[in-house]
Protein backbone atom coordinates (compact mmCIF):
# COMPACT_ATOMS: atom_id res chain seq x y z
CA UNK A 1 0.00 0.00 0.00
CA UNK A 2 1.51 3.34 -1.03
CA UNK A 3 1.26 6.69 0.72
CA UNK A 4 -1.34 8.13 -0.87
CA UNK A 5 -3.60 5.18 -0.20
CA UNK A 6 -2.94 5.36 3.54
CA UNK A 7 -3.82 8.99 3.89
CA UNK A 8 -6.94 8.33 1.71
CA UNK A 9 -7.95 5.58 4.41
CA UNK A 10 -7.37 7.71 7.45
CA UNK A 11 -9.32 10.80 5.36
CA UNK A 12 -11.71 8.62 5.31
CA UNK A 13 -11.79 7.32 8.74
CA UNK A 14 -11.82 10.82 10.08
CA UNK A 15 -14.58 11.58 8.06
CA UNK A 16 -16.65 8.46 9.68
CA UNK A 17 -15.57 9.65 12.73
CA UNK A 18 -16.63 13.48 12.63
CA UNK A 19 -19.86 12.53 11.05
CA UNK A 20 -20.51 9.54 13.93
CA UNK A 21 -19.81 12.32 16.48
CA UNK A 22 -22.01 14.82 14.71
CA UNK A 23 -25.24 11.90 15.22
CA UNK A 24 -24.74 11.55 18.73
CA UNK A 25 -24.36 15.21 19.34
CA UNK A 26 -27.93 15.63 17.11
CA UNK A 27 -29.48 12.51 18.88
CA UNK A 28 -28.76 14.39 22.15
CA UNK A 29 -30.36 17.78 21.50
CA UNK A 30 -33.12 15.80 20.18
CA UNK A 31 -33.43 13.59 23.25
CA UNK A 32 -33.20 17.69 25.31
CA UNK A 33 -35.99 19.16 23.22
CA UNK A 34 -38.41 16.17 23.56
CA UNK A 35 -37.31 16.31 27.56
CA UNK A 36 -38.22 19.94 27.31
CA UNK A 37 -41.58 19.17 25.19
CA UNK A 38 -42.70 16.90 27.98
CA UNK A 39 -42.19 18.99 30.75
CA UNK A 40 -44.01 22.06 29.05
CA UNK A 41 -46.83 19.75 28.28
CA UNK A 42 -47.01 18.62 31.44
CA UNK A 43 -47.23 22.01 33.18
CA UNK A 44 -49.71 23.52 30.73
CA UNK A 45 -51.80 20.75 31.48
CA UNK A 46 -51.95 20.92 35.15
CA UNK A 47 -52.05 24.75 34.68
CA UNK A 48 -54.43 26.87 32.33
CA UNK A 49 -53.08 30.26 32.69
CA UNK A 50 -49.69 28.91 31.64
CA UNK A 51 -48.46 29.47 27.95
CA UNK A 52 -45.91 28.94 25.96
CA UNK A 53 -43.46 30.31 23.39
CA UNK A 54 -41.19 29.24 20.83
CA UNK A 55 -38.21 31.24 19.55
CA UNK A 56 -35.78 29.96 17.53
CA UNK A 57 -35.16 26.54 19.07
CA UNK A 58 -36.08 28.09 22.82
CA UNK A 59 -38.87 27.41 24.83
CA UNK A 60 -40.44 29.75 26.91
CA UNK A 61 -42.94 29.15 29.52
CA UNK A 62 -44.84 31.86 30.75
CA UNK A 63 -46.22 31.32 34.57
CA UNK A 64 -47.40 34.77 35.36
CA UNK A 65 -48.17 37.61 32.17
CA UNK A 66 -45.95 40.47 32.63
CA UNK A 67 -47.50 43.91 31.15
CA UNK A 68 -46.91 46.87 29.08
CA UNK A 69 -44.41 46.60 25.54
CA UNK A 70 -42.54 43.12 24.86
CA UNK A 71 -38.59 43.28 24.71
CA UNK A 72 -36.90 43.70 21.51
CA UNK A 73 -33.83 41.74 20.16
CA UNK A 74 -31.82 45.20 20.93
CA UNK A 75 -33.61 46.74 24.43
CA UNK A 76 -32.47 46.32 27.74
CA UNK A 77 -33.83 44.29 30.44
CA UNK A 78 -33.57 43.89 34.54
CA UNK A 79 -34.62 40.92 35.77
CA UNK A 80 -34.06 38.06 38.52
CA UNK A 81 -32.60 34.52 37.34
CA UNK A 82 -31.90 31.25 38.86
CA UNK A 83 -30.62 28.82 36.43
CA UNK A 84 -30.22 24.75 36.43
CA UNK A 85 -29.09 22.14 34.07
CA UNK A 86 -32.22 20.22 32.80
CA UNK A 87 -32.42 16.20 32.63
CA UNK A 88 -36.14 16.17 32.75
CA UNK A 89 -36.74 18.49 35.74
CA UNK A 90 -36.28 21.51 37.91
CA UNK A 91 -34.14 20.51 41.46
CA UNK A 92 -32.00 22.91 43.78
CA UNK A 93 -29.19 20.00 43.60
CA UNK A 94 -28.98 21.03 39.70
CA UNK A 95 -28.84 24.86 40.34
CA UNK A 96 -25.70 26.70 38.98
CA UNK A 97 -26.32 30.53 39.49
CA UNK A 98 -29.05 32.93 40.97
CA UNK A 99 -28.97 36.63 41.55
CA UNK A 100 -32.48 35.63 43.15
CA UNK A 101 -32.83 35.24 46.88
CA UNK A 102 -35.65 33.14 47.41
CA UNK A 103 -34.09 30.39 45.15
CA UNK A 104 -30.37 30.96 46.40
CA UNK A 105 -31.85 29.99 49.98
CA UNK A 106 -33.85 27.48 48.97
CA UNK A 107 -30.09 25.69 47.53
CA UNK A 108 -28.96 26.05 50.90
CA UNK A 109 -27.14 29.10 49.38
CA UNK A 110 -26.13 32.24 50.53
CA UNK A 111 -25.56 35.63 48.68
CA UNK A 112 -23.79 38.91 49.07
CA UNK A 113 -25.92 42.14 48.87
CA UNK A 114 -24.43 42.56 45.70
CA UNK A 115 -24.65 39.11 43.90
CA UNK A 116 -28.97 39.44 44.90
CA UNK A 117 -29.32 42.54 43.24
CA UNK A 118 -31.05 42.77 39.65
CA UNK A 119 -29.13 42.02 36.73
CA UNK A 120 -29.74 44.96 33.34
CA UNK A 121 -28.71 43.84 30.26
CA UNK A 122 -28.36 44.53 27.01
CA UNK A 123 -30.03 42.15 24.91
CA UNK A 124 -26.92 43.06 22.71
CA UNK A 125 -24.23 42.04 25.03
CA UNK A 126 -22.08 39.36 23.39
CA UNK A 127 -21.93 37.61 27.27
CA UNK A 128 -25.78 36.63 26.24
CA UNK A 129 -25.99 32.97 25.70
CA UNK A 130 -28.24 32.16 22.52
CA UNK A 131 -30.98 30.55 24.23
CA UNK A 132 -31.20 33.43 26.91
CA UNK A 133 -31.72 36.04 23.91
CA UNK A 134 -33.97 34.17 22.15
CA UNK A 135 -36.28 33.13 25.06
CA UNK A 136 -35.94 36.42 26.86
CA UNK A 137 -36.80 38.75 23.57
CA UNK A 138 -40.58 39.48 23.56
CA UNK A 139 -40.88 39.32 27.68
CA UNK A 140 -43.01 41.88 29.56
CA UNK A 141 -42.09 44.17 32.78
CA UNK A 142 -43.32 42.05 36.04
CA UNK A 143 -43.57 38.47 34.05
CA UNK A 144 -42.08 35.59 35.42
CA UNK A 145 -41.25 32.25 33.40
CA UNK A 146 -38.46 29.65 32.71
CA UNK A 147 -36.70 29.79 29.30
CA UNK A 148 -35.70 26.15 28.62
CA UNK A 149 -32.85 25.14 25.46
CA UNK A 150 -30.66 22.53 24.73
CA UNK A 151 -26.85 22.62 24.83
CA UNK A 152 -26.66 23.75 21.36
CA UNK A 153 -28.25 27.29 22.47
CA UNK A 154 -26.31 27.00 25.96
CA UNK A 155 -22.84 26.70 26.50
CA UNK A 156 -22.57 24.11 23.66
CA UNK A 157 -19.71 21.26 23.31
CA UNK A 158 -17.63 22.98 26.14
CA UNK A 159 -18.20 22.67 30.11
CA UNK A 160 -18.70 25.93 32.10
CA UNK A 161 -17.73 25.42 35.45
CA UNK A 162 -20.14 23.12 37.12
CA UNK A 163 -21.95 22.68 34.00
CA UNK A 164 -21.31 19.49 32.08
CA UNK A 165 -20.51 20.16 27.83
CA UNK A 166 -23.93 20.07 26.00
CA UNK A 167 -26.04 20.18 28.99
CA UNK A 168 -29.81 21.24 28.23
CA UNK A 169 -30.75 24.29 31.05
CA UNK A 170 -33.47 26.43 32.03
CA UNK A 171 -33.64 29.93 33.65
CA UNK A 172 -36.23 30.66 35.95
CA UNK A 173 -36.43 34.53 35.43
CA UNK A 174 -38.53 37.23 37.02
CA UNK A 175 -38.05 40.22 34.81
CA UNK A 176 -37.87 43.97 36.94
CA UNK A 177 -38.27 45.97 33.65
CA UNK A 178 -37.29 46.16 29.85
CA UNK A 179 -36.33 49.06 28.03
CA UNK A 180 -36.55 48.88 24.15
CA UNK A 181 -34.95 52.91 24.04
Aim: charged share 20%.
Amino acid sequence: MNAISKIAILLSIAVCSSSCIKEKLEETYNKQDEQIDKYITGLLEKNESYTATYNDGVSRLTTKVGEGPELSSNGSISFYYAGYTFGGSISNSNLFVTNHEPSATAAGWTLTEDEAKALTINMNDYRLLPGLKSGLTGVKGGEECQILFTGKYGFGNKAFGTIPANSALVYKIWVESISND
